[in-house]
């Protein structure tokens, strides 16, 4: 999604201290973990994978080089990023014709040598409504999926060369990146500049991509927009639900960090840490979206990803009363709010509880008798299985045996 910002001040200030990093040789340094990593804890099955398939540089209409996303891809944590540049919209092509459409992930792969995060081909199949923007990744080569038959006369000209790559089919565009084994999903299908009321919606073209199989996945988050409606659509064509950045300027001025925020990104529920099983997973649908405070993904991925991140530290009667106290942990980035949906009445709260980040928290369960177990029956809140509807978590606590009997 297009940002438009007015920053030129401060473009000339960051300008100036990050031409002090680079001297223009050698890779990112890989970086210790920090508070700003984007943390999740793995499944019992699977490792937990945190990507950004939807990003851009000056190789189209970002503002920024290559190696940036990778250095910000490293501040944050990632598993593996994107650029995805759009191949037709080409706002630089007076400065930076680069006829190689390659060129972004050449350099960010340039860039990431010496880490292990893992950088991602990709591109960005730019049409008009009501075909709109593709994003297509783990692609073999970026120029196989635009042409230009017609240039225009001006090669500068943006506007007439957006055209004339336009004239190309889109089916043939997405044909092309998924020869090339790609995984395809629709992008922001909820842009206002499309939809001027933001309510996505299916439209022939994507019905038939899903029909022959060649869509595979849909953005439900871009940004700093969720859509209901888009959310709809991946469980009724059960696409692969996607988060993303597509970030054009600085991940820091979109999302401050420092201040504790995040990006959008993608958990990919991988069987290990590899591009190929990264790649698996998306087709396979195993993904959960971090967006804001919000988990969202289909109950299969969701609720075991909520399962690790959960844990009953500890749950024992207080001294001879009837009331147990349980401390609950919480392993992720998110602050888990949970809603009682258990018969039992807490001490010092109503039904509602939260766990801060990377936290614990304690309640106290006013018992009706000695009991030798508990299950305890938690909605949480800040995680989502559909639109409107919230997991919904229990757990049966055994209490220690010395205490269950006076
Ligand atoms: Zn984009
Ligand atoms: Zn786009």
Not at 92 to 120: C, F, K, V
Not at 197 to 203: F, Y
Not at 323 to 339: E, G, L, P
Request: charged share 20%.
């Amino acid at each position: 999604m297009k940002r438009n910002r007015q920053m030129a001040v401060a473009l000339c200030i960051m300008g100036l201290s990050f031409a002090g990093l680079g001297h223009g040789h050698g890779g990112e340094k890989p970086m210790p973990p920090t508070d700003r990593f984007i943390q999740f804890p793995d499944t019992d099955e699977y490792q937990t994978l945190v990507v950004d398939l939807h990003t851009h540089s000056v190789f189209s209409d970002g503002h920024v080089w290559p190696r940036i996303r990778v250095g910000e891809a490293l501040r944050d944590g990632l598993d593996a990023v994107a650029i995805t540049e759009h191949l037709e919209y080409q706002p630089h092509l007076a400065d930076i014709p680069h006829p190689d459409r390659n060129r972004a992930y050449q350099d960010a792969l340039a860039a990431a040598e010496g880490t292990d995060l893992m950088i991602i081909a990709g591109t960005e199949i730019t049409r008009e409504a009501p075909i709109g923007h593709l994003n297509t990744v783990f692609i073999t080569d970026a120029n196989g999926i635009f042409t230009v038959t017609t240039p225009p006369a001006d090669a500068s000209d943006v506007r007439a060369y957006f055209e004339s790559a336009n004239q190309w089919p889109a089916e043939e565009a997405v044909e092309a990146a998924n020869k090339q084994g790609g995984f395809v999903f629709w992008n922001h299908p909820f842009w206002p500049a499309i939809y001027p009321n933001g309510l996505a919606r299916m439209e022939t073209f994507h019905s038939q991509m899903i029909e022959k199989g060649q869509l595979h996945g849909i953005e439900i988050v871009n940004g700093d927009t969720y859509s209901e409606e888009a959310h709809q659509m991946a469980l009724d064509h059960e696409l692969t639900l996607i988060g993303v950045s597509d970030v054009h300027d600085l991940i820091d001025w979109d999302y401050q960090p420092e201040l504790g925020g995040h990006r959008p990104v993608t958990l990919v529920l991988a069987t290990e840490r590899s591009a190929d099983a990264l790649k698996a997973g998306l087709f396979a649908g195993r993904t959960v979206v971090w967006f804001k405070n919000m988990l969202i993904g289909n109950e299969a991925n969701l609720v075991p990803l909520l399962r690790s991140i959960l844990d009953v530290e500890s749950a024992a009667y207080r001294r001879d009363l009837d009331i147990i106290d349980i401390v609950v942990s919480n392993d992720s980035d998110a602050t888990i709010q949970m809603k009682n949906l258990s018969p039992y009445t807490f001490e010092h709260s109503g039904d509602y509880l939260e766990i801060p980040p990377h936290g614990t928290t304690s309640f106290s369960i006013k018992a009706p008798t000695r009991l030798t177990e508990v299950t305890i029956d938690f909605e949480i809140l800040n995680a989502l299985t559909a639109p409107k509807t919230h997991p919904r978590l229990t757990h049966k606590i055994t209490l220690p045996e010395d205490q269950v009997a006076r």
